[in-house]
């Protein structure tokens, strides 16, 4: 009698490691109908009609012994066609029938991916991640027959984990929503700490955490991207700035120095043109001067601040996003300094640029003219 006998995957690996026998070990008669059907499977090469012949197993035979084994040939052939959701649907059906086996695992996690569901590609990785982690434990087995199966079984494991992290890296930065990307990140760096996307990471935290509103938190991660580029003007005005915000002018200021001391001479990355470097290190010596001028004002040191003040507002003209708190300090730095019309002039500059200075300036404005007329 014929028989198919079903002990490898059509769709990738040549063999089956421990716990993945549940639905790949099938014996099956050729000469009946459903083995005709299974070998016509079988030789098909154009994937619409192996899906098709599969699917008409699954209709006719649904509590065959080879159904599970049918529904992971499916998974795979749905992924090749980019039908994500009918390859999650047999992935998870033939996972049901071989909760072990680290192959479908990974294909959910692939046609997750496919998907684009956060949720959902979280729960997948953490299980393949899971079975790649236990296959990957497993000790060297004392029979020399079953070493080579075994070092392909960790071999693939190993696969599996790297492209788990792929996975989860690629599919935060495809995510628009925050909490979305924050979701993936926190899973890649819980599961795979020190992998091959950890250095990348705390730069992506920053983005996220400032459109969070969550501005420890994005210090922190600022702090930790630092660690891998210190020269980064931009980390090292995000934390300058946050701990004025903080009132902690006296580590403030050492982030403003930070940049003065490494941006004049930092090199032109390859990315943008002169015209744009030169902008950008302009932007953030002035920056430097704004976060090193209001640290001084600060700490009460008036005449250091009054000198970075100016040249901020040098650097910076025409900006008003920051010009107008520049201009609100260089008022309050020359008032301290007995400098009362100096100090109007740089008030009222700040009363007429929009934002969160607008108010402040034309307040002590008026107290500075009141005081003034009752001289």
Do not use: C
Not at 341 to 362: D, F, R, W
């Amino acid at each position: 009698m014929n028989r198919l006998i079903i002990t490898t995957l059509w769709l990738a690996l040549l063999f089956a490691a421990p716990g993945w026998t549940q639905v790949r070990n099938i014996t099956i008669n050729t000469t009946s109908p459903e083995g005709q059907l299974l070998q016509q499977a079988a030789d098909e090469k154009d994937s619409s009609k192996k899906i098709a012949l599969l699917e008409q197993f699954l209709t006719q035979y649904p509590n065959h012994e080879a159904a599970g084994y049918v529904h992971l040939l499916l998974q795979g052939e749905y992924l090749k066609v980019n039908n994500w959701d009918k390859s999650i649907e047999h992935g998870q059906k033939a996972q049901a029938k071989a909760p072990d086996d680290l192959e479908i695992a990974h294909f959910l996690v692939k046609g997750v991916e496919g998907k684009g569901d956060p949720q959902m590609l979280v729960q997948m990785v953490e299980k393949a991640h899971d079975l790649a982690v236990k296959a990957k434990a497993k000790p060297k087995p004392a029979d020399a027959d079953d070493v080579d199966a075994w070092k392909r079984s960790v071999d693939f494991a190993t696969q599996v984990d790297q492209y788990n992290q792929y996975a989860l890296y690629e599919s935060a930065q495809k995510q628009t929503a925050p909490p979305n990307k924050l979701l993936l990140l926190d899973t890649l760096r819980k599961d795979f700490p020190g992998g091959q996307f950890d250095k990348q990471l705390d730069a992506l935290y920053v983005v996220i955490y400032q459109q969070l509103g969550q501005t420890d938190k994005m210090v922190q991660a600022a702090q930790g991207a630092l660690a891998a580029d210190p020269s980064n003007e931009g980390y090292l005005y995000l934390v300058g700035e946050a701990l004025v915000g903080k009132g902690q002018p006296a580590e403030a200021e050492t982030y403003g120095k930070k940049i003065l001391d490494a941006l004049p001479a930092k090199p032109k990355p390859e990315s943008i043109s002169d015209e744009e470097w030169t902008k950008r290190k302009n932007t953030y010596l002035g920056l430097a001067h704004w976060v090193i001028g209001r640290s001084l004002a600060g700490q009460d040191k008036f005449v250091p601040a009054h000198k970075e003040l100016t040249a901020a507002a040098t650097a910076l003209k025409g900006n008003n996003e920051v010009l107008g708190g520049i201009y609100y300090y260089l008022g309050l730095s020359s008032a301290k300094l007995n400098r009362q019309s100096e100090a109007v002039n740089y008030l009222t500059q700040s009363s007429k640029i929009a934002g969160p200075y607008q108010s402040y300036a034309a307040d002590t404005l008026k107290k500075i003219r009141a005081a003034l007329a009752g001289r």
